[in-house]
């Protein structure tokens, strides 16, 4: 039987220090990082995604960070065949792979049998659906999405409308829920992983939550979806992303700049909260709280001995 391949995976919500972590990970196991974050592939986005910047890495490789221009599609299917190709190339060099993430669907795509599907598109159907979205009801199509398939619903961002119309599009094709698909092929990992999960408590998760939007505005994230907002990019996938949707709203006069700010940590909050439902409900995490700052050292060791025990890895530590 061919060995399988390791691999680290550091899943949890938005805010929850799985960057951090990941640095230190990846520092003790010879490990090059993989994002997991299906927005941060895109240039240019870079406060609004939180995308760990240069002088952040520690010399720590990064990957599937700045691959796509703004107005380029990227899909769970891509981001499979991308990965397990990332996940190869690190592996022959020796060294350890490490996904790190928050986008749930796109990680469970790589560490499973995931097979999409291949109904062909029901354009007059589609076609209808883009319109009622481009008439401003991109919140009732989640809606109608969440009736029929609710578990589907959770993975996917309400204002993510490309996915949300595949979604119907699939159900009204073929009678079957997006969310049956996987179930089948979800059982054992491709390869031999440790999956770590970062919790916190509710209030300090939303607190931490609340506190990076204000840096995130501090630091010119108005000034970086204004760039974005000008060049005319509507209706695509990468301004979809939580901050941009509610500051292209204020752009547009429909919120004041303070009204976009508060339904922008509202949003990111929710989010949180589907990520960690998404993740408990969908796949086998070893969660570790993160909560009490000065246990941190001792949870990230804990991490590491994990890590080292399941994969039967040597840490350099």
């Known amino acids: 039987m061919k060995e399988k391949k390791k691999l680290i995976v550091i899943v949890g919500p938005t805010a929850v220090g799985k960057t951090d972590t990941s640095i230190t990970v990846a520092k003790c196991f010879n490990g090059e990082v993989i994002s997991g974050d299906s927005m941060q592939v895109y240039k240019g986005m870079d406060i609004g995604t939180a995308k760990i910047q240069p002088d952040e890495m520690m010399g720590i490789p990064h990957h599937l960070l700045d691959i796509k221009e703004p107005d380029e599609p990227f899909s769970v299917a891509e981001f499979q065949t991308v990965v397990r190709k990332k996940i190869n190339d690190i592996t022959a060099r020796g060294a350890v792979p490490i996904i790190v993430g928050g986008t749930g669907l796109y990680i469970a795509s790589v560490l499973y049998d995931y ?35 609710p578990e589907t619903a959770s993975s996917i961002h309400p204002h993510n409308v490309k996915r949300v119309i595949r979604a119907l599009e699939i159900y009204r094709l073929t009678g079957t829920k997006m969310s049956e698909k996987p179930k089948a092929t979800l059982a054992e990992p491709l390869y031999d992983t440790a999956l770590i999960g970062l919790t916190m408590d509710r209030s300090k998760l939303y607190e931490r939550i609340n506190n990076r939007v204000d840096i995130m505005m501090k630091m010119g994230f108005l000034q970086e979806a204004k760039y974005f907002y000008d060049q005319g990019l509507r209706n695509v996938q990468s301004v979809q992303a939580i901050g941009y949707k ?39 995490v070893t969660w570790f709280d993160m909560t009490n700052e000065r246990e941190h050292l001792n949870t990230i060791n804990e991490i590491v001995q994990f890590i080292a025990g399941k994969l039967q890895l040597k840490s350099n530590t």
């Open 246 to 284: 509610e500051l292209f709203e204020y752009f547009d006069g429909k919120l004041s700049l303070e009204e976009a700010v508060r339904l922008l940590k509202k949003n990111t909050r929710r989010y949180a909260k589907r990520q960690l439902t998404w993740f408990r409900n969908k796949m086998d």
């Open 115 to 149: 097979k999409f599907t291949d109904e062909a598109p029901d354009t007059e159907y589609r076609r209808a659906l883009e319109k009622r979205a481009s008439e401003g009801k991109t919140d009732e199509l989640y809606q109608e999405l969440a009736a029929v398939d």
